[in-house]
Protein backbone atom coordinates (compact mmCIF):
# COMPACT_ATOMS: atom_id res chain seq x y z
CA UNK A 1 0.00 0.00 0.00
CA UNK A 2 1.70 3.17 -0.88
CA UNK A 3 1.60 6.30 1.23
CA UNK A 4 -0.79 7.96 -1.18
CA UNK A 5 -3.40 5.26 -0.93
CA UNK A 6 -3.42 4.72 2.75
CA UNK A 7 -3.91 9.08 2.79
CA UNK A 8 -6.29 8.27 0.51
CA UNK A 9 -8.37 5.69 2.66
CA UNK A 10 -7.54 7.34 6.12
CA UNK A 11 -9.30 10.60 4.62
CA UNK A 12 -12.44 8.69 3.13
CA UNK A 13 -12.44 7.24 6.81
CA UNK A 14 -12.19 10.66 8.00
CA UNK A 15 -15.35 11.61 5.98
CA UNK A 16 -17.61 9.05 6.26
CA UNK A 17 -16.52 9.13 9.97
CA UNK A 18 -17.45 12.53 10.34
CA UNK A 19 -21.11 12.68 8.56
CA UNK A 20 -22.13 9.69 10.67
CA UNK A 21 -21.06 11.09 13.75
CA UNK A 22 -23.69 13.44 13.63
CA UNK A 23 -25.97 10.16 14.16
CA UNK A 24 -23.61 9.00 16.97
CA UNK A 25 -24.18 12.26 18.93
CA UNK A 26 -27.80 12.34 18.50
CA UNK A 27 -27.38 8.98 19.94
CA UNK A 28 -25.43 9.98 22.92
CA UNK A 29 -27.99 12.43 23.64
CA UNK A 30 -30.69 9.76 23.21
CA UNK A 31 -29.02 7.34 24.72
CA UNK A 32 -26.43 8.33 27.00
CA UNK A 33 -28.02 10.79 28.06
CA UNK A 34 -31.67 10.65 28.15
CA UNK A 35 -31.48 6.82 28.56
CA UNK A 36 -33.71 6.30 25.57
CA UNK A 37 -32.88 3.68 23.25
CA UNK A 38 -34.33 4.87 20.31
CA UNK A 39 -35.32 2.45 17.21
CA UNK A 40 -36.57 4.96 15.02
CA UNK A 41 -33.05 5.82 14.13
CA UNK A 42 -32.72 3.94 10.74
CA UNK A 43 -35.76 5.66 9.70
CA UNK A 44 -35.11 9.01 10.47
CA UNK A 45 -31.56 8.81 8.95
CA UNK A 46 -33.35 7.99 5.67
CA UNK A 47 -35.86 10.02 6.19
CA UNK A 48 -33.52 13.22 6.50
CA UNK A 49 -31.39 11.78 3.36
CA UNK A 50 -34.75 11.65 1.59
CA UNK A 51 -36.16 15.08 2.40
CA UNK A 52 -32.75 16.60 1.83
CA UNK A 53 -32.32 15.28 -1.43
CA UNK A 54 -35.67 16.20 -2.87
CA UNK A 55 -35.25 19.78 -2.09
CA UNK A 56 -31.59 19.75 -3.45
CA UNK A 57 -33.03 18.29 -6.55
CA UNK A 58 -35.41 21.42 -6.26
CA UNK A 59 -32.39 23.53 -6.46
CA UNK A 60 -31.78 24.40 -3.15
CA UNK A 61 -28.61 22.86 -1.43
CA UNK A 62 -29.08 24.87 1.87
CA UNK A 63 -32.39 24.83 2.54
CA UNK A 64 -31.71 20.72 2.05
CA UNK A 65 -30.14 21.06 5.73
CA UNK A 66 -32.94 22.60 8.01
CA UNK A 67 -35.54 20.76 5.91
CA UNK A 68 -34.06 17.63 6.82
CA UNK A 69 -33.65 18.83 10.61
CA UNK A 70 -37.18 19.90 10.56
CA UNK A 71 -38.48 16.14 9.26
CA UNK A 72 -36.02 14.21 11.67
CA UNK A 73 -37.54 16.51 14.14
CA UNK A 74 -41.27 15.64 13.75
CA UNK A 75 -40.42 12.01 13.05
CA UNK A 76 -38.88 12.70 17.04
CA UNK A 77 -42.00 14.01 17.85
CA UNK A 78 -43.88 11.42 17.23
CA UNK A 79 -41.93 9.16 18.50
CA UNK A 80 -41.95 10.81 21.84
CA UNK A 81 -45.81 11.68 21.64
CA UNK A 82 -46.38 7.99 21.44
CA UNK A 83 -44.10 6.80 24.26
CA UNK A 84 -44.66 10.03 26.44
CA UNK A 85 -48.74 10.44 25.85
CA UNK A 86 -50.02 7.28 24.68
CA UNK A 87 -48.28 4.38 26.81
CA UNK A 88 -46.55 2.60 23.58
CA UNK A 89 -43.34 0.98 25.49
CA UNK A 90 -40.57 3.02 24.24
CA UNK A 91 -38.62 0.61 22.37
CA UNK A 92 -42.28 -0.34 20.02
CA UNK A 93 -42.52 3.54 19.59
CA UNK A 94 -39.35 3.55 17.85
CA UNK A 95 -39.70 0.10 15.75
CA UNK A 96 -43.45 1.35 15.30
CA UNK A 97 -42.60 5.01 13.89
CA UNK A 98 -39.33 3.21 12.15
CA UNK A 99 -41.88 0.78 10.03
CA UNK A 100 -43.96 3.97 9.27
CA UNK A 101 -41.05 5.41 8.00
CA UNK A 102 -40.34 3.10 4.91
CA UNK A 103 -43.97 4.14 3.35
CA UNK A 104 -43.33 8.23 4.95
CA UNK A 105 -40.11 8.09 2.84
CA UNK A 106 -40.92 6.25 -0.05
CA UNK A 107 -43.31 8.99 -0.40
CA UNK A 108 -40.97 11.74 -0.38
CA UNK A 109 -39.50 10.63 -2.78
CA UNK A 110 -42.18 10.44 -4.72
CA UNK A 111 -42.87 6.87 -4.99
CA UNK A 112 -39.38 5.46 -6.31
CA UNK A 113 -36.91 3.83 -4.03
CA UNK A 114 -34.26 5.27 -5.35
CA UNK A 115 -33.34 9.36 -6.34
CA UNK A 116 -29.79 10.45 -7.97
CA UNK A 117 -28.19 13.59 -7.25
CA UNK A 118 -25.34 13.40 -10.09
CA UNK A 119 -25.93 16.54 -12.03
CA UNK A 120 -27.61 18.68 -9.21
CA UNK A 121 -25.58 21.26 -6.68
CA UNK A 122 -25.23 19.43 -3.23
CA UNK A 123 -23.17 21.37 -0.70
CA UNK A 124 -20.36 19.17 -1.34
CA UNK A 125 -20.19 20.52 -4.77
CA UNK A 126 -20.61 24.08 -3.96
CA UNK A 127 -17.36 24.06 -1.27
CA UNK A 128 -15.72 22.09 -4.41
CA UNK A 129 -16.30 24.98 -6.50
CA UNK A 130 -15.13 27.19 -3.60
CA UNK A 131 -11.94 25.30 -2.71
CA UNK A 132 -11.28 24.67 -6.90
CA UNK A 133 -7.46 25.59 -7.02
CA UNK A 134 -6.54 25.93 -3.53
CA UNK A 135 -4.68 23.47 -1.38
CA UNK A 136 -7.22 22.05 -0.38
CA UNK A 137 -9.26 21.12 -3.24
CA UNK A 138 -8.87 17.33 -2.94
CA UNK A 139 -10.58 17.78 0.59
CA UNK A 140 -13.34 19.34 -0.82
CA UNK A 141 -15.83 16.46 1.16
CA UNK A 142 -13.47 16.25 4.40
CA UNK A 143 -14.20 20.06 5.10
CA UNK A 144 -17.73 20.59 4.83
CA UNK A 145 -17.54 17.47 6.97
CA UNK A 146 -15.87 18.33 9.79
CA UNK A 147 -17.82 22.00 9.97
CA UNK A 148 -20.97 20.33 10.41
CA UNK A 149 -19.51 17.63 13.31
CA UNK A 150 -17.57 19.95 15.29
CA UNK A 151 -20.42 22.99 14.67
CA UNK A 152 -22.70 20.10 16.24
CA UNK A 153 -20.61 18.97 18.74
CA UNK A 154 -19.72 22.37 19.80
CA UNK A 155 -23.65 23.23 19.81
CA UNK A 156 -24.66 19.78 21.74
CA UNK A 157 -22.22 20.48 24.44
CA UNK A 158 -23.21 23.78 24.95
CA UNK A 159 -26.87 22.28 24.75
CA UNK A 160 -26.28 20.21 27.29
CA UNK A 161 -25.10 22.91 29.91
CA UNK A 162 -28.32 24.85 29.73
CA UNK A 163 -31.62 24.41 32.16
CA UNK A 164 -33.07 22.27 29.28
CA UNK A 165 -29.45 19.94 28.67
CA UNK A 166 -29.04 19.44 32.33
CA UNK A 167 -32.87 18.38 32.74
CA UNK A 168 -32.79 16.09 29.87
CA UNK A 169 -29.76 14.58 31.47
CA UNK A 170 -31.18 14.43 34.78
CA UNK A 171 -34.17 12.48 33.29
CA UNK A 172 -32.25 9.67 31.89
CA UNK A 173 -30.21 9.71 35.30
CA UNK A 174 -32.68 9.72 37.94
CA UNK A 175 -36.10 9.57 36.62
CA UNK A 176 -37.83 9.52 39.83
CA UNK A 177 -36.48 12.80 41.48
CA UNK A 178 -37.20 14.37 38.12
CA UNK A 179 -41.07 13.13 38.45
CA UNK A 180 -41.23 14.83 41.54
CA UNK A 181 -39.12 17.85 40.47
CA UNK A 182 -40.60 21.06 38.69
CA UNK A 183 -39.95 18.97 35.25
CA UNK A 184 -41.84 17.72 33.22
CA UNK A 185 -40.25 14.04 32.12
CA UNK A 186 -42.80 14.27 29.36
CA UNK A 187 -41.20 17.34 28.16
CA UNK A 188 -37.55 16.15 28.51
CA UNK A 189 -37.83 13.33 26.81
CA UNK A 190 -39.81 14.89 23.79
CA UNK A 191 -37.28 17.86 23.92
CA UNK A 192 -34.20 15.21 23.63
CA UNK A 193 -35.96 13.24 20.92
CA UNK A 194 -36.92 16.08 18.71
CA UNK A 195 -33.24 17.19 18.90
CA UNK A 196 -31.92 13.96 18.43
CA UNK A 197 -33.78 12.98 15.56
CA UNK A 198 -33.17 16.41 13.99
CA UNK A 199 -29.00 15.68 14.17
CA UNK A 200 -29.65 12.14 12.72
CA UNK A 201 -31.87 13.38 9.99
CA UNK A 202 -29.21 16.06 9.33
CA UNK A 203 -26.85 13.23 9.25
CA UNK A 204 -28.22 11.55 6.53
CA UNK A 205 -29.11 14.19 3.94
CA UNK A 206 -25.15 14.76 4.24
CA UNK A 207 -24.28 11.34 3.67
CA UNK A 208 -26.86 11.45 0.88
CA UNK A 209 -25.32 14.37 -0.44
CA UNK A 210 -21.57 13.16 -0.43
CA UNK A 211 -22.93 10.00 -2.04
CA UNK A 212 -24.91 11.49 -4.86
CA UNK A 213 -28.08 9.09 -3.99
CA UNK A 214 -30.38 8.24 -1.65
CA UNK A 215 -32.11 4.70 -1.53
CA UNK A 216 -34.36 3.32 0.57
CA UNK A 217 -31.93 1.36 2.49
CA UNK A 218 -29.36 3.90 2.87
CA UNK A 219 -30.38 3.86 6.88
CA UNK A 220 -30.32 0.43 7.42
CA UNK A 221 -28.59 -1.09 10.40
CA UNK A 222 -27.76 2.73 10.91
CA UNK A 223 -28.70 2.23 14.52
CA UNK A 224 -25.88 -0.13 15.50
CA UNK A 225 -22.92 1.04 13.44
CA UNK A 226 -23.89 4.51 15.14
CA UNK A 227 -23.67 2.43 18.69
CA UNK A 228 -21.02 0.65 17.74
CA UNK A 229 -19.02 4.14 17.18
CA UNK A 230 -20.81 5.24 20.06
CA UNK A 231 -19.51 2.93 22.88
CA UNK A 232 -15.94 2.35 20.79
CA UNK A 233 -15.72 6.30 21.59
CA UNK A 234 -16.55 5.15 25.83
CA UNK A 235 -13.79 2.49 25.64
CA UNK A 236 -11.45 5.19 24.46
CA UNK A 237 -11.99 7.53 27.54
CA UNK A 238 -13.78 7.51 30.54
CA UNK A 239 -13.68 11.54 30.69
CA UNK A 240 -15.86 12.83 32.67
CA UNK A 241 -16.34 16.47 31.12
CA UNK A 242 -19.53 16.68 28.81
CA UNK A 243 -17.74 18.38 25.89
CA UNK A 244 -14.54 15.79 25.62
CA UNK A 245 -17.06 13.28 25.83
CA UNK A 246 -18.92 14.68 22.94
CA UNK A 247 -15.69 15.14 21.42
CA UNK A 248 -14.85 11.05 21.82
CA UNK A 249 -17.92 10.83 20.08
CA UNK A 250 -16.66 11.97 17.25
CA UNK A 251 -13.00 10.56 17.48
CA UNK A 252 -15.04 6.98 18.12
CA UNK A 253 -16.78 7.02 14.73
CA UNK A 254 -13.69 8.14 12.83
CA UNK A 255 -12.08 4.66 14.40
CA UNK A 256 -14.78 2.69 13.62
CA UNK A 257 -14.72 3.56 9.96
CA UNK A 258 -11.23 3.86 9.75
CA UNK A 259 -11.04 0.15 11.22
CA UNK A 260 -13.77 -0.69 8.82
CA UNK A 261 -12.26 0.49 5.85
CA UNK A 262 -8.83 -1.41 6.80
CA UNK A 263 -10.97 -4.18 6.50
CA UNK A 264 -11.99 -4.25 3.84
CA UNK A 265 -8.82 -3.61 2.18
CA UNK A 266 -7.18 -6.68 3.74
CA UNK A 267 -10.82 -8.08 1.28
CA UNK A 268 -13.03 -8.21 4.63
CA UNK A 269 -16.91 -8.58 1.74
CA UNK A 270 -18.46 -5.28 2.19
CA UNK A 271 -21.61 -7.18 3.56
CA UNK A 272 -19.77 -8.27 6.91
CA UNK A 273 -19.91 -4.22 8.21
CA UNK A 274 -23.20 -5.18 10.02
CA UNK A 275 -22.80 -8.24 11.79
CA UNK A 276 -19.34 -6.79 13.11
CA UNK A 277 -21.01 -3.29 14.29
CA UNK A 278 -23.69 -6.04 15.95
CA UNK A 279 -20.76 -8.18 17.57
CA UNK A 280 -18.62 -4.99 19.00
CA UNK A 281 -22.48 -3.41 20.10
CA UNK A 282 -22.51 -6.51 22.29
CA UNK A 283 -18.91 -6.81 23.62
CA UNK A 284 -19.15 -3.38 24.29
CA UNK A 285 -22.11 -3.74 26.30
CA UNK A 286 -22.15 -7.07 28.05
CA UNK A 287 -18.01 -7.10 28.37
CA UNK A 288 -18.95 -4.61 31.66
CA UNK A 289 -21.56 -7.17 32.63
CA UNK A 290 -19.49 -10.41 32.47
CA UNK A 291 -16.52 -8.72 34.15
CA UNK A 292 -18.25 -7.51 37.37
CA UNK A 293 -20.15 -11.59 37.17
CA UNK A 294 -16.48 -13.11 37.29
CA UNK A 295 -15.61 -13.51 40.89
CA UNK A 296 -19.08 -14.74 41.54
CA UNK A 297 -18.43 -17.16 38.39
CA UNK A 298 -15.15 -18.21 39.94
CA UNK A 299 -16.49 -18.96 42.94
CA UNK A 300 -19.38 -20.96 41.97
CA UNK A 301 -16.58 -23.59 39.86
CA UNK A 302 -14.19 -23.84 42.69
CA UNK A 303 -17.33 -24.99 44.94
CA UNK A 304 -18.18 -27.53 41.88
CA UNK A 305 -14.43 -28.43 41.76
CA UNK A 306 -14.33 -29.06 45.44
CA UNK A 307 -17.80 -30.75 45.39
CA UNK B 1 -51.95 27.98 53.35
CA UNK B 2 -52.32 24.34 52.55
CA UNK B 3 -56.05 22.87 53.47
CA UNK B 4 -57.51 19.25 53.05
CA UNK B 5 -61.25 18.93 52.63
CA UNK B 6 -62.83 15.33 53.40
CA UNK B 7 -59.86 13.70 51.27
CA UNK B 8 -59.85 9.66 51.03
CA UNK B 9 -58.26 7.52 48.91
CA UNK B 10 -58.45 3.67 48.55
CA UNK B 11 -56.17 1.14 46.66
CA UNK B 12 -56.30 -1.64 45.20
CA UNK B 13 -60.47 -1.00 44.25
CA UNK B 14 -62.68 -4.03 43.33
CA UNK B 15 -60.09 -6.58 44.48
CA UNK B 16 -60.03 -8.64 47.89
CA UNK B 17 -57.22 -6.37 48.97
CA UNK B 18 -59.36 -2.66 48.56
CA UNK B 19 -58.88 -0.71 51.94
CA UNK B 20 -58.71 2.75 52.71
CA UNK B 21 -55.41 4.70 52.99
CA UNK B 22 -56.57 7.84 53.81
CA UNK B 23 -60.73 8.13 55.19
CA UNK B 24 -62.40 11.51 54.83
CA UNK B 25 -59.11 13.49 56.03
CA UNK B 26 -59.48 17.34 56.79
CA UNK B 27 -56.30 19.23 58.05
CA UNK B 28 -55.30 22.55 57.76
CA UNK B 29 -52.01 24.32 58.31
CA UNK B 30 -51.14 27.87 58.51
CA UNK B 31 -48.23 29.69 57.17
CA UNK B 32 -45.35 29.42 58.57
CA UNK B 33 -46.13 26.13 60.54
CA UNK B 34 -43.52 23.43 61.32
CA UNK B 35 -45.66 19.83 62.14
CA UNK B 36 -44.41 16.87 62.63
CA UNK B 37 -46.64 13.52 61.87
CA UNK B 38 -45.95 10.26 63.29
CA UNK B 39 -47.67 6.94 63.32
CA UNK B 40 -47.14 3.16 62.33
CA UNK B 41 -46.52 1.98 58.78
CA UNK B 42 -49.27 2.37 57.01
CA UNK B 43 -51.04 4.42 58.88
CA UNK B 44 -51.38 6.83 55.78
CA UNK B 45 -48.85 9.63 56.47
CA UNK B 46 -47.03 8.89 52.76
CA UNK B 47 -50.20 8.71 50.96
CA UNK B 48 -51.14 12.07 52.90
CA UNK B 49 -47.85 13.49 51.33
CA UNK B 50 -48.78 11.86 48.13
CA UNK B 51 -51.90 13.51 48.03
CA UNK B 52 -50.36 17.11 48.73
CA UNK B 53 -48.38 16.76 46.18
CA UNK B 54 -50.36 15.55 43.26
CA UNK B 55 -48.58 11.86 43.15
CA UNK B 56 -52.09 10.36 43.58
CA UNK B 57 -55.12 11.93 43.41
CA UNK B 58 -57.95 11.36 46.11
CA UNK B 59 -61.37 9.70 45.14
CA UNK B 60 -63.28 12.47 46.75
CA UNK B 61 -62.58 15.85 48.55
CA UNK B 62 -59.95 18.36 47.69
CA UNK B 63 -56.50 19.91 48.50
CA UNK B 64 -55.79 23.65 48.49
CA UNK B 65 -52.97 25.42 48.85
CA UNK B 66 -53.44 29.33 49.39
CA UNK B 67 -56.92 29.12 48.70
CA UNK B 68 -56.53 27.67 45.72
CA UNK B 69 -57.82 24.36 45.14
CA UNK B 70 -55.13 22.31 43.29
CA UNK B 71 -56.61 18.97 43.66
CA UNK B 72 -56.29 18.48 39.78
CA UNK B 73 -53.16 19.83 39.46
CA UNK B 74 -50.26 17.43 37.57
CA UNK B 75 -47.09 16.92 40.19
CA UNK B 76 -44.65 18.84 38.72
CA UNK B 77 -46.82 21.92 38.59
CA UNK B 78 -47.20 21.73 42.01
CA UNK B 79 -43.29 20.73 42.48
CA UNK B 80 -42.83 24.34 41.11
CA UNK B 81 -43.87 25.16 45.10
CA UNK B 82 -43.64 22.39 47.09
CA UNK B 83 -40.47 21.13 48.10
CA UNK B 84 -40.48 17.41 48.79
CA UNK B 85 -37.53 14.94 50.14
CA UNK B 86 -37.93 11.28 50.58
CA UNK B 87 -36.12 8.59 52.52
CA UNK B 88 -33.53 7.61 50.51
CA UNK B 89 -30.93 9.75 49.71
CA UNK B 90 -30.12 8.52 46.53
CA UNK B 91 -33.78 9.37 45.21
CA UNK B 92 -33.07 13.75 45.22
CA UNK B 93 -30.39 14.12 42.90
CA UNK B 94 -28.98 13.14 40.29
CA UNK B 95 -25.68 11.14 40.54
CA UNK B 96 -24.13 11.76 37.36
CA UNK B 97 -24.42 15.76 37.35
CA UNK B 98 -22.20 17.49 39.59
CA UNK B 99 -23.30 19.24 42.79
CA UNK B 100 -23.58 22.75 40.74
CA UNK B 101 -25.32 21.13 37.83
CA UNK B 102 -28.09 19.56 40.71
CA UNK B 103 -28.55 23.20 42.25
CA UNK B 104 -28.96 25.10 39.47
CA UNK B 105 -31.32 22.62 37.86
CA UNK B 106 -32.93 22.74 41.09
CA UNK B 107 -32.51 26.64 41.26
CA UNK B 108 -33.44 27.23 37.45
CA UNK B 109 -36.18 30.33 37.33
CA UNK B 110 -37.78 28.70 34.07
CA UNK B 111 -36.05 30.17 31.21
CA UNK B 112 -35.02 26.52 29.22
CA UNK B 113 -31.97 27.96 26.82
CA UNK B 114 -30.35 29.79 29.99
CA UNK B 115 -26.75 28.87 31.10
CA UNK B 116 -25.51 29.12 34.82
CA UNK B 117 -24.54 32.48 35.49
CA UNK B 118 -21.44 33.40 37.56
CA UNK B 119 -24.48 35.21 40.39
CA UNK B 120 -25.83 31.50 40.65
CA UNK B 121 -22.15 30.21 41.04
CA UNK B 122 -22.06 32.35 44.16
CA UNK B 123 -25.37 31.98 45.44
CA UNK B 124 -25.15 28.02 45.75
CA UNK B 125 -21.61 28.24 47.21
CA UNK B 126 -22.72 30.57 50.03
CA UNK B 127 -25.79 27.96 50.39
CA UNK B 128 -22.82 24.83 50.27
CA UNK B 129 -21.09 26.69 52.98
CA UNK B 130 -23.64 26.63 54.93
CA UNK B 131 -23.66 23.12 54.99
CA UNK B 132 -20.00 23.01 57.05
CA UNK B 133 -19.58 19.79 54.87
CA UNK B 134 -16.93 21.44 52.83
CA UNK B 135 -19.05 20.56 49.84
CA UNK B 136 -18.55 24.32 48.86
CA UNK B 137 -15.21 22.90 47.31
CA UNK B 138 -16.63 19.71 45.54
CA UNK B 139 -18.97 21.58 43.33
CA UNK B 140 -17.76 20.20 40.15
CA UNK B 141 -18.11 16.39 41.11
CA UNK B 142 -20.58 14.39 40.59
CA UNK B 143 -23.54 14.04 42.97
CA UNK B 144 -23.06 10.14 42.91
CA UNK B 145 -19.48 10.71 44.88
CA UNK B 146 -21.11 11.78 47.52
CA UNK B 147 -21.83 9.92 50.89
CA UNK B 148 -25.68 9.52 52.04
CA UNK B 149 -26.00 12.24 54.32
CA UNK B 150 -24.00 14.42 51.90
CA UNK B 151 -26.45 13.78 49.35
CA UNK B 152 -29.17 13.92 51.55
CA UNK B 153 -27.79 17.63 52.52
CA UNK B 154 -27.38 18.53 49.05
CA UNK B 155 -30.83 17.02 48.44
CA UNK B 156 -31.99 19.86 51.08
CA UNK B 157 -30.08 22.39 49.54
CA UNK B 158 -32.06 21.95 46.40
CA UNK B 159 -35.18 22.41 47.72
CA UNK B 160 -35.30 25.54 49.87
CA UNK B 161 -32.60 27.23 47.26
CA UNK B 162 -35.45 28.68 46.09
CA UNK B 163 -37.74 28.40 48.86
CA UNK B 164 -41.04 26.61 48.33
CA UNK B 165 -44.07 27.51 50.16
CA UNK B 166 -44.63 24.27 51.25
CA UNK B 167 -41.80 21.57 52.81
CA UNK B 168 -42.65 18.14 52.83
CA UNK B 169 -40.10 15.88 54.87
CA UNK B 170 -40.95 12.31 54.46
CA UNK B 171 -38.43 10.56 57.24
CA UNK B 172 -35.62 12.31 55.43
CA UNK B 173 -32.86 11.43 57.76
CA UNK B 174 -34.44 7.55 58.52
CA UNK B 175 -31.47 6.10 55.63
CA UNK B 176 -28.93 7.60 57.47
CA UNK B 177 -26.18 7.22 59.93
CA UNK B 178 -26.83 8.56 63.17
CA UNK B 179 -24.37 11.36 63.51
CA UNK B 180 -25.41 12.13 60.06
CA UNK B 181 -28.97 12.13 61.00
CA UNK B 182 -28.61 14.78 63.20
CA UNK B 183 -26.72 16.80 61.24
CA UNK B 184 -29.28 16.70 58.48
CA UNK B 185 -31.69 17.38 61.18
CA UNK B 186 -29.82 20.39 62.31
CA UNK B 187 -29.59 21.66 58.92
CA UNK B 188 -33.15 21.48 58.31
CA UNK B 189 -34.16 23.40 61.15
CA UNK B 190 -31.79 26.37 60.30
CA UNK B 191 -32.55 26.36 56.68
CA UNK B 192 -37.12 26.20 57.44
CA UNK B 193 -36.12 28.79 60.23
CA UNK B 194 -34.17 30.99 57.91
CA UNK B 195 -37.47 30.99 55.73
CA UNK B 196 -40.31 30.77 57.93
CA UNK B 197 -41.07 27.65 55.62
CA UNK B 198 -44.36 26.41 56.43
CA UNK B 199 -43.04 22.63 57.09
CA UNK B 200 -44.45 19.07 57.14
CA UNK B 201 -42.16 16.37 58.16
CA UNK B 202 -43.10 12.64 58.85
CA UNK B 203 -40.63 11.14 61.46
CA UNK B 204 -39.96 7.81 63.28
CA UNK B 205 -38.22 9.80 66.20
CA UNK B 206 -40.87 10.48 68.56
CA UNK B 207 -38.17 12.67 70.76
CA UNK B 208 -37.84 14.16 67.17
CA UNK B 209 -41.24 15.01 66.77
CA UNK B 210 -41.67 16.51 69.88
CA UNK B 211 -38.44 18.66 69.68
CA UNK B 212 -38.67 20.21 66.42
CA UNK B 213 -41.31 22.16 64.75
CA UNK B 214 -44.86 23.95 66.44
CA UNK B 215 -47.31 21.27 65.78
CA UNK B 216 -47.44 17.13 66.21
CA UNK B 217 -50.02 15.00 64.53
CA UNK B 218 -50.68 11.40 65.39
CA UNK B 219 -51.85 9.25 62.12
CA UNK B 220 -53.39 5.72 62.80
CA UNK B 221 -55.30 4.15 59.32
CA UNK B 222 -55.50 7.08 57.50
CA UNK B 223 -56.84 9.30 59.78
CA UNK B 224 -55.40 12.15 62.12
CA UNK B 225 -55.84 10.53 66.00
CA UNK B 226 -54.35 13.49 68.05
CA UNK B 227 -53.49 17.10 66.83
CA UNK B 228 -51.59 18.85 69.47
CA UNK B 229 -49.68 22.14 69.79
CA UNK B 230 -49.02 25.23 71.77
CA UNK B 231 -48.45 24.36 75.78
CA UNK B 232 -49.97 21.02 75.89
CA UNK B 233 -48.14 19.75 73.19
CA UNK B 234 -44.61 21.24 75.12
CA UNK B 235 -45.32 19.33 78.53
CA UNK B 236 -45.64 16.15 76.08
CA UNK B 237 -43.20 13.59 76.65
CA UNK B 238 -42.15 10.43 74.33
CA UNK B 239 -44.03 8.41 76.69
CA UNK B 240 -47.04 10.44 76.92
CA UNK B 241 -47.70 9.58 72.86
CA UNK B 242 -47.03 6.35 73.46
CA UNK B 243 -49.86 5.95 76.06
CA UNK B 244 -52.03 8.39 73.74
CA UNK B 245 -51.84 6.05 70.64
CA UNK B 246 -52.67 3.35 72.83
CA UNK B 247 -55.61 4.82 74.30
CA UNK B 248 -56.73 6.18 70.73
CA UNK B 249 -56.63 3.51 68.82
CA UNK B 250 -56.73 0.29 71.55
CA UNK B 251 -53.15 -1.02 70.08
CA UNK B 252 -49.84 -0.73 70.82
CA UNK B 253 -47.70 1.41 68.77
CA UNK B 254 -45.69 -1.56 67.27
CA UNK B 255 -43.71 -0.53 64.83
CA UNK B 256 -39.74 -1.72 66.75
CA UNK B 257 -38.15 1.12 65.16
CA UNK B 258 -40.48 3.54 67.09
CA UNK B 259 -40.04 2.25 70.27
CA UNK B 260 -36.44 2.26 69.94
CA UNK B 261 -36.51 5.97 69.10
CA UNK B 262 -39.28 6.67 71.62
CA UNK B 263 -36.56 5.18 74.41
CA UNK B 264 -34.01 7.33 73.33
CA UNK B 265 -33.34 10.51 75.58
CA UNK B 266 -35.05 13.46 73.45
Avoid at chain 1, 195 to 206: P, Q
Avoid at chain 1, 218 to 225: A, P, R
Avoid at chain 2, 62 to 77: K, L, W, Y
Wanted: proline share 3%; glycine share 10%; aromatic share 4%.
Amino acid sequence: MTLISSLNLIQTALELGLICSLTVLALFLSYSMLGVCDLSTDGCFTLGAAAGAVVVLAGHPWLSLPAAMLAGCLSGLVTAVLQTRMGVNSLLAGIVVNTGLYSVNIAVMGGSSLLNMNKATTVFTMAKDLLKGSALEGMWKLIPAALFALAAAGLLSLFLRTRLGLAIRATGDNLAMVKSSSIDPAFTTTAGLCISNSLTALSGCLLAQSQRSVNIDIGSGMLTVALASLLIGGVFFRGRSIPLRVLIMLFGAFVFRLGYTLALRLNMPAFMLRLISSVIVVIAISAPYLHSRMPLIKRRMELKREA
Amino acid sequence: MLELKNVSISFSKGTADEHRAIGRLSLRVDEGEFVTIIGANGAGKSTLFNLICGSLIPDEGSVFIDGRNVTMDPEHRRAAYIGRIFRDPMRGSAPGLTIEENLSLAAGTGKWMSLGSRQDHKRFRDALAQLGMGLEDRMTQPVGLLSGGQRQAVTLMMAVINPPKLLLLDEHTAALDPGSAEKVLDITKQAVALDRLTCLMITHDMGAALRLGSRTLMMDQGRVIYDVEGEERSGLSTQDLLRKFRETSGRELESDRMLLSAGRKP
